[in-house]
């Protein structure tokens, strides 16, 4: 690869940073081994620019990389037009490839000599089966490195001005799959419900009606403030702001584009002053409802 290749195409971000190297990195990389490898990377909520430098270097070196519905087209761009891109995780698709397939794609890729990029929305480690997909590659004896993203809490929390924690109003916080698996609501929800602690779900979009009702039920004030971010740090995001009795409806009033996430505690209530997307030129537009 000559020099000039390993700077930076930032094409159609908006963004041209001045010239940076990219050098391989003494102790993750192994430049004499002709072996493949596999990358698992988190490409963070959507927004290209919350990238990590090591994630944008390693899909420029990359032969191949695997991506799931939740990276954005931005940050498809930036993969090189010679690098082959294959779509693995658009969910209820026909055209997609359950996890054990992808699982073993990985490894017969990795076996083939080929440097594989897996990208995942977020983080893979949070709510992203990331621990699978290495799992099998570290039982087939495939060289891995696993690349951590913006997660969705964290990303969107920041674009919507919600601080996660806070001193006056959350010492913890809480990440919760809201994919319930049925009417049951088989998650722990009298835990749930403490002074001074924030809950976000992931997948909550569908489940937001049992999650209100049974977080009320076991205590938690109706008035508790809500947030549900659309797209989050996309230019699309969207926010929706209510408490535990008046999401469901203001949600149904709503257009409102998957993916979302549900923030609730008392720190939605600093969006009021602290929503600061709208003021920073060259960021998406956000909305409030
Ligand atoms: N590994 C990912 C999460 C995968 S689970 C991460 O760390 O973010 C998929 C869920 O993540 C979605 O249902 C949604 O709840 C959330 N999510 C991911 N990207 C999002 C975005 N840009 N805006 C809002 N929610 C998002």
Redesign the pocket.
Known sequence: MSEDSNVAPWKGVGVTPSPVRYRKNPITDNPNSSEGEVALV?A???DPELLTLKAWRLIQEADVVLYDR?V?QEILALVPDDVMKVHVGKQRSKHTLPQDQINNRLVELARSGRKVVRL?????????R?GEEIETLADAGVRFQVVP?????S??ASYAGIPLTHRDHAQSVRFV???LKNDTCDLPWKDFVQNNQTLV?????VGLPIICRELIAHGMAEDMPVAL??????SE?KVVVGDLSTIVEKVDGETVS?????IIGQVVGLRQRLDWLASVPGQPADSEN
């Open positions: 988190g963070g909520p959507g939740l954005s995942k929305g977020g983080d893979p480690f949070i709510f992203g990331g993203g913006i997660t969705a809490a990303g969107c799959t809201g994919h779900f992931y997948m909550g979009l971010v659309s797209k989050g740090t996309t995001q998957p993916p979302t996430l549900v």
